[in-house]
């Protein structure tokens, strides 16, 4: 599972790494991303021509080869039975959805097979719950700051994790690329 | 630091409430009641799961405490306001047709679906026709929205939202504001009863034309939810409402088959006759 995190300054990011990266995705995504809620949003169809992306509903299956978006105003867990869950409790950083409840899930769910990501923006959600992945055995990675329009999110999970991976958006495609290649050779 | 829970520790806490206070969360979604733990340990300074277990053994005020704190009672006015907007187009026309109109608000929380609901049923000329039923599990919320208090700072966002759900009145005229909080209009509010009501153990009370139940069941199991799907089948008149929160589902539910879709996007279901 790849979980994607980022606020201000990442949309631009995000469209660059699903459109780079190769068509046949290997694994599941997952998108936390801020956004604005009650108000209508395209955001699903606007991040990729390329692949479709899903909004997924409450206790609807995780899928493999899929990418799921986190919904406007709710919280994306994942239920130990491979399914999506939905909650509406308080945002956290000011966030709902919130990349470090979505994260810490994803380390609960995935140990080791968990990769997380975080992306551009203006707060300091995603550091703690990146550190909860990597204690879990899985691999964290950040938008190299200087990359970064805002570089508060990427800075704060890089003191938080020292063990995270700084890659531009050309490294990490190649860094995903490599892993999905060397996921098949398991196989 | 998150104070850690295995799954054995969730379920030993799960039996061990169950037994002592006779609350039933054995049919909760895991991942949030587990993460509403953890966040309840962080905000009471406990150490870890057999200091809370001790604590809960021992001391029923702090157990009442917790159970304030687990169950999500998180509101708003007129959230999503396109569902809003479709409720007085697609059902408010259909409920007008009858003589008394019963409507059953569960696990409403501190009120503000139910304060809404009940200023789309006002500018359609129902409310002096409607009898509001709005329950919850939680007391505290319960007594909380008897007071119809809501924060001040809030009602800037629930006037945007309000307008979008195709409100035309000024939406100050339905609360008095003091320095802190908006009250909703005693006047509006005269044909609501709160009261305490459990969807996993209680059971049909009346007969309804219309319930809302929204963003409740994604802190349930599919078990569960099927149970409250029957139990809110068995308390719809033939061809009664019901709306559920908008990414909440009834596809992975068998219970689906015995209602019809009025609006897929903005959840909006149908008993089928």
Request: proline letters at 4%; aromatic letters at 10%; charged letters at 20%.
């Given at each position: 599972?790849?979980?994607?995190?980022?606020?201000?300054?990442?949309?631009?990011?995000?469209?660059?790494?699903?459109?780079?990266?190769?068509?046949?995705?290997?694994?599941?995504?997952?998108?936390?991303?801020?956004?604005?809620?009650?108000?209508?949003?395209?955001?699903?169809?606007?991040?990729?021509?390329?692949?479709?992306?899903?909004?997924?509903?409450?206790?609807?299956?995780?899928?493999?080869?899929?990418?799921?978006?986190?919904?406007?105003?709710?919280?994306?867990?994942?239920?130990?039975?491979?399914?999506?869950?939905?909650?509406?409790?308080?945002?956290?950083?000011?966030?709902?959805?919130?990349?470090?409840?979505?994260?810490?899930?994803?380390?609960?769910?995935?140990?080791?097979?968990?990769?997380?990501?975080?992306?551009?923006?203006?707060?300091?959600?995603?550091?703690?719950?990146?550190?909860?992945?990597?204690?879990?055995?899985?691999?964290?990675?950040?938008?190299?700051?200087?990359?970064?329009?805002?570089?508060?999110?990427?800075?704060?999970?890089?003191?938080?994790?020292?063990?995270?991976?700084?890659?531009?958006?050309?490294?990490?495609?190649?860094?995903?690329?490599?892993?999905?290649?060397?996921?098949?050779?398991?196989? | 630091?998150?104070?850690?829970?295995?799954?054995?520790?969730?379920?030993?806490?799960?039996?061990?409430?169950?037994?002592?206070?006779?609350?039933?969360?054995?049919?909760?979604?895991?991942?949030?009641?587990?993460?509403?733990?953890?966040?309840?340990?962080?905000?009471?300074?406990?150490?870890?799961?057999?200091?809370?277990?001790?604590?809960?053994?021992?001391?029923?005020?702090?157990?009442?405490?917790?159970?304030?704190?687990?169950?999500?009672?998180?509101?708003?006015?007129?959230?999503?306001?396109?569902?809003?907007?479709?409720?007085?187009?697609?059902?408010?026309?259909?409920?007008?047709?009858?003589?008394?109109?019963?409507?059953?608000?569960?696990?409403?929380?501190?009120?503000?679906?139910?304060?809404?609901?009940?200023?789309?049923?006002?500018?359609?000329?129902?409310?002096?026709?409607?009898?509001?039923?709005?329950?919850?599990?939680?007391?505290?919320?319960?007594?909380?929205?008897?007071?119809?208090?809501?924060?001040?700072?809030?009602?800037?966002?629930?006037?945007?939202?309000?307008?979008?759900?195709?409100?035309?009145?000024?939406?100050?005229?339905?609360?008095?504001?003091?320095?802190?909080?908006?009250?909703?209009?005693?006047?509006?509010?005269?044909?609501?009863?709160?009261?305490?009501?459990?969807?996993?153990?209680?059971?049909?009370f009346n007969e309804f034309q219309l319930i809302c139940c929204r963003n409740v069941f994604i802190?349930?199991?599919?078990?569960?939810?099927?149970?409250?799907?029957?139990?809110?089948?068995?308390?719809?008149?033939?061809?009664?409402?019901?709306?559920?929160?908008?990414?909440?589902?009834?596809?992975?539910?068998?219970?689906?088959?015995?209602?019809?879709?009025?609006?897929?996007?903005?959840?909006?279901?149908?008993?089928?006759?």
């Open positions: 599972m790849i979980a994607i995190g980022g606020s201000a300054g990442s949309l631009p990011v995000l469209a660059e790494l699903l459109e780079q990266l190769p068509v046949s995705i290997d694994c599941t995504m997952m998108i936390i991303v801020h956004r604005l809620k009650n108000v209508p949003s395209d955001l699903d169809r606007l991040l990729s021509l390329k692949a479709p992306i899903i909004e997924p509903e409450d206790k609807q299956p995780i899928l493999s080869r899929r990418i799921y978006l986190a919904p406007q105003n709710y919280h994306l867990l994942i239920e130990d039975e491979g399914t999506f869950a939905l909650d509406y409790s308080e945002p956290l950083h000011y966030s709902r959805p919130s990349i470090d409840v979505s994260f810490a899930s994803v380390a609960e769910a995935f140990g080791p097979r968990a990769l997380g990501i975080l992306l551009s923006g203006a707060s300091k959600d995603g550091a703690a719950g990146m550190q909860r992945i990597i204690a879990a055995g899985g691999t964290g990675i950040v938008q190299d700051p200087a990359t970064a329009l805002f570089d508060t999110m990427p800075l704060a999970a890089l003191e938080l994790c020292p063990e995270a991976l700084s890659m531009s958006i050309t490294d990490m495609v190649h860094f995903l690329t490599e892993l999905k290649m060397s996921a098949k050779h398991d196989q | 630091m998150i104070k850690e829970i295995s799954n054995e520790e969730l379920e030993t806490l799960v039996s061990l409430i169950h037994r002592q206070y006779g609350y039933d969360f054995s049919d909760y979604a895991r991942s949030s009641l587990k993460r509403r733990f953890q966040r309840f340990m962080g905000y009471a300074y406990i150490g870890g799961v057999t200091e809370l277990s001790d604590r809960l053994l021992q001391d029923a005020a702090f157990f009442e405490r917790m159970a304030q704190f687990i169950t999500v009672n998180v509101t708003e006015m007129f959230r999503d306001p396109l569902f809003y907007k479709t409720l007085r187009e697609l059902v408010l026309p259909r409920l007008a047709t009858y003589p008394i109109i019963k409507i059953w608000h569960a696990g409403c929380a501190t009120g503000e679906e139910v304060f809404s609901m009940i200023i789309l049923l006002q500018e359609a000329g129902l409310l002096e026709r409607c009898r509001i039923y709005a329950t919850d599990l939680n007391a505290v919320s319960l007594h909380k929205a008897e007071k119809a208090l809501i924060p001040l700072k809030c009602m800037k966002d629930y006037t945007q939202n309000y307008l979008q759900s195709g409100g035309m009145e000024d939406f100050s005229n339905y609360y008095m504001a003091d320095d802190e909080h908006a009250v909703i209009d005693q006047a509006l509010r005269r044909n609501i009863v709160f009261f305490q009501h459990n969807l996993v153990t209680d059971q049909v802190y349930f199991n599919k078990q569960l939810q099927d149970r409250v799907l029957r139990l809110f089948y068995d308390s719809l008149a033939p061809l009664g409402y019901l709306t559920l929160g908008l990414k909440e589902s009834m596809m992975f539910s068998e219970e689906s088959a015995r209602f019809d879709a009025v609006s897929a996007v903005h959840k909006i279901f149908r008993r089928k006759s």
